[in-house]
């Protein structure tokens, strides 16, 4: 029972209600809002590991005060060891990941606190709203909260993709929410199943009945929920078919909304990812049909970049791309491999909001994202342009940094568990993305500047500098030491082979 | 009975799903669409209702003159109504949102077809 | 026997709502697989879900769809 | 003429049909050209893991799969075609994706 466990979920939510209700006041809105994402990173590392039961209590097997004295019609049966709570799990992962979500909102929210004029507390509201919810869904061991957060999570994406004010983002929240329609209720019809099979909704008490025996581990109807959770899976990652209207969506937010979007879609791919790991990885099916998935996303997010013309969907579908590598790692099923997904998975959150802020300076001083229309906006802030470049080169894997080290990973994972041809596919999309991202680069800064380009007078925040320069400290502190994140991340990866 | 009437209600809550994935892939007004996509949640949520029925079984409430055991061993299962419960709330505050979007495309556009206005927009951008 | 019945009438209802040129027959009718729903929990054993079903599915969802049918348009227009 | 030059010629006169308003210029072909030969070294690299079901069909397969993929060449403005932003599209392709997962994990795991 630790009671900082729940704060990582409340204090946002509490936050975002609160902001929403200021409506007019710009001054109290910045002060709280920066106040409530300073301390989010700071709850997130010195909240100890544990557990922490909503609206319940521990096991009877681990609650010696309760169990005292019951007849042995309850303790000698199963309701011994099963959760009669709202279950909320906290370890060494769930704090990494935690801790980068929380650090890429605090980032997002102070950047688009700088960026725009008239600071929104509505805008606000969505951005913590969401980041709850996915700190949530990392947390949450009972599949049906994670479903609600789930809905919330998309709720505020749509929010955020309506604030952003971009030309046809209603068309694309509409679309996204549409979709989201018919992935959530059948999302929601696969725990039914599972709670139907097992009578519960807690993920450690699932896995136990179907470990244990007490349901037929092939039993159709589990089959089926499998396929359902993994259909809402690729709807809460932008996998493909999903990775349009993903990409779509990554294109009409606002570029820290952007960053804080992709992020809420890795991590609740990790987490999502990491729960039909849990309770399926014993049919063989399931590692086969993630790395399938994953292949996809990569070939198809990577090769649609290429032929994309405007910077914020080249990113976006660089993005979907690079989720493959993630999916990859945890198809794997080797406790390396699914090490080295969640390696990539950290690195690509912080590297991709790295990238959306960065190319975003390009919006605000130009107010285009097409490329066909940029040029020379390396003479503008020749600094900058170096900032974008260093992400890119993250991106790609270039060593000093630290995609370098999980793609290294995944690469070596591949190998030891006997699928050299991903890792071979790995290094082509790699030499790929980095040409894709070149090309980009290459159109928008170093070319001549076309003659109708007007570049904007007004000066590019210092906190959009500072941002990015934290996130290329990140990245070069992981790359040089990666086992700062992967000594964390190994007791989960451990924990599900 | 001919039929069990828990499989006849799981077969009610199966056609809801197909009628309503059939309505929003097939239709293109964009209110049809959105009244499909009601009927899948409520298809969704009469599937789970049916899962905790008991067939020849009361209602999962403790009445005083009702001895314990009597009760465990004839109430149906209130987990599942607990979830339907919150996903009622939520279907009805995504359904709000989905047609708010709606109000505001048509004003835009004047039209509410999903052909017309959530085509391809392709690569013309501003 | 009556359950029966009102399983009928809900899938019959979701087809017909769906069938409608005049949208906002369409939106009023989606109350009757609603309220039929709601009386069908009542005999599955839910009376708690019932009571919201039947508020939240034969008057708000209806009223929602008219009300974004009178801010839209009428009819349905024709594809092409 | 050269195999790359009939492949080149092929995608511009692709993008040419498409009547898109954007100029054709070397830029967006070579981007259609090395998306093509990406998707095809992919595809291909990736079929090689047939070896761990049968090394003959893999084999077998990937011949095939480099016949067609010479045959049908340019892939990549016909993908990219399909993969657009209409919403019509996008749940055509959603509703077959959730058919062919439920077919391939029930189906696949009760007879495979």
């Known amino acids: 029972m630790d009671i900082l466990i729940p704060l990582m979920v409340i204090i946002p939510i509490a936050s975002a209600l609160f902001l929403n209700l200021l409506h007019k006041n710009d001054s109290t809105i910045k002060i709280i809002a920066i106040i409530t994402a300073l301390i989010l990173p700071v709850i997130a590392l010195i909240t100890p590991y544990g557990s922490h039961y909503f609206g319940g209590y521990a096991p009877l097997a681990q609650n010696s005060t309760i169990a005292q004295g019951l007849p042995a019609l309850i303790t000698g049966t199963q309701l011994f060891q099963f959760h009669p709570a709202i279950t909320y799990v906290f370890g060494s992962a769930q704090q990494l990941m935690i801790f980068i979500l929380v650090l890429i909102s605090f980032f997002a929210i102070y950047t688009s606190i700088n960026e725009t004029k008239k600071p929104s507390g509505v805008y606000a509201f969505l951005m913590f709203m969401g980041t709850a919810s996915v700190s949530a869904i990392l947390l949450s061991d009972d599949i049906f909260n994670l479903f609600v957060f789930f809905e919330i999570a998309a709720m505020a994406q749509v929010g955020i993709i309506v604030a952003s004010g971009i030309k046809d983002n209603y068309e694309t929240a509409l679309k996204y929410i549409l979709l989201g329609n018919i992935a959530g209720p059948l999302l929601l019809l696969g725990i039914a199943l599972l709670l139907g099979i097992t009578g519960n909704v807690n993920i450690t008490d699932i896995i136990f009945s179907i470990k244990n025996g007490l349901v037929d581990p092939y039993s159709p109807a589990i089959l089926m929920a499998l396929g359902l959770l993994t259909f809402g899976w690729l709807y809460a990652s932008g996998l493909p078919p999903f990775h349009t209207i993903k990409s779509a969506v990554y294109s009409k937010a606002l570029p820290h909304g952007a960053a804080l979007l992709q992020a809420f879609s890795v991590f609740s791919m990790v987490a999502i990812g990491v729960i039909i790991l849990r309770m399926f990885a014993y049919i063989p099916f399931t590692s086969t049909a993630i790395i399938g998935i994953s292949l996809l996303a990569m070939v198809l997010g990577i090769t649609m970049a290429i032929v994309q013309t405007d910077f914020k969907r080249i990113i976006g579908f660089l993005a979907v791309g690079e989720l493959g590598y993630i999916g990859i790692g945890l198809g794997l099923g080797t406790a390396f491999g699914i090490t080295a997904g969640l390696f990539q998975a950290v690195n690509e959150a912080i590297i991709t909001a790295f990238l959306f802020i960065g190319f975003g300076t390009v919006l605000y001083k130009t107010r285009t994202s097409d490329t066909r229309k940029l040029g020379g906006m390396m003479f503008v802030n020749p600094k900058l342009a170096l900032l974008v470049l260093l992400s890119g080169l993250a991106m790609a894997g270039i060593p000093p940094l630290n995609a370098f080290q999980s793609k290294l990973m995944l690469i070596q994972a591949s190998i030891q568990s006997g699928l050299p041809e991903l890792g071979i596919i790995m290094i082509l999309l790699s030499i790929v993305t980095f040409m894709t991202f070149m090309k980009a680069f290459y159109t928008i800064y170093m070319r001549p500047k076309p003659a109708e380009l007007e570049i904007l007078e007004n000066k590019i925040p210092k906190s959009t500098i500072i941002s990015l320069v934290i996130f290329l400290i990140i990245c070069i502190i992981l790359g040089l030491f990666p086992q700062i994140a992967t000594n964390s991340l190994q007791t989960l990866a451990t924990g599900l082979v | 009975m001919i039929i069990d009437s828990q499989l006849m209600s799981f077969f009610t809550a199966g056609s809801l799903i197909v009628i309503g994935i059939f309505a929003a892939l097939f239709l293109d007004n964009l209110i049809k669409k959105i009244i499909g996509l009601a009927f899948l949640a409520d298809g969704v949520n009469l599937f789970i209702i049916t899962m905790g029925y008991k067939a020849g079984g009361i209602v999962y409430i403790l009445l005083p003159n009702m001895t314990i055991s009597n009760f465990a061993q004839n109430a149906s299962y209130p987990l599942p109504f607990a979830l339907v419960l919150t996903n009622i709330v939520i279907g009805a505050s995504t359904l709000a949102v989905m047609l708010g979007l709606i109000i505001v495309l048509n004003k835009k556009h004047g039209s509410i077809s999903a052909s017309k206005i959530l085509g391809d927009k392709g690569e013309k951008i501003e | 026997m009556i359950e029966y019945v009102l399983m009928i009438i809900t899938v019959l209802g979701a087809i017909i709502a769906l069938m409608q040129r005049d949208l906002l027959k369409a939106a009023i009718l989606t109350g009757i697989p609603g309220i039929s729903i709601a009386f069908l929990y009542q005999f599955l054993l839910a009376p708690d879900v019932a009571l919201t079903q039947a508020i939240v599915g034969s008057a708000i969802v209806p009223v929602f769809f008219a009300l974004a049918v009178l801010k839209t348009r009428r009819t349905e227009e024709e594809a092409d | ?112």
């Open chain 4, 1 to 112: 003429m050269s195999l790359y030059d009939i492949i080149l010629k092929r995608i511009r006169e692709i993008q040419e049909k498409a009547e898109e308003e954007e100029p054709i210029t070397n830029v967006t072909a070579s981007a259609m050209l090395t998306a093509e030969l990406t998707l095809i070294a992919s595809l291909l690299i990736a079929v090689v893991m047939i070896r761990l079901i049968h090394p003959i069909l893999m084999i077998i397969m990937i011949i095939a799969i480099f016949i067609i993929a010479i045959m049908a060449m340019p892939i990549m403005p016909k993908l990219r075609k399909e993969q657009n932003d209409s919403f019509n599209n996008m749940i055509f392709y959603v509703v077959i994706a959730l058919g062919i997962i439920i077919a391939l994990f029930y189906w696949g795991n009760l007879n495979v």
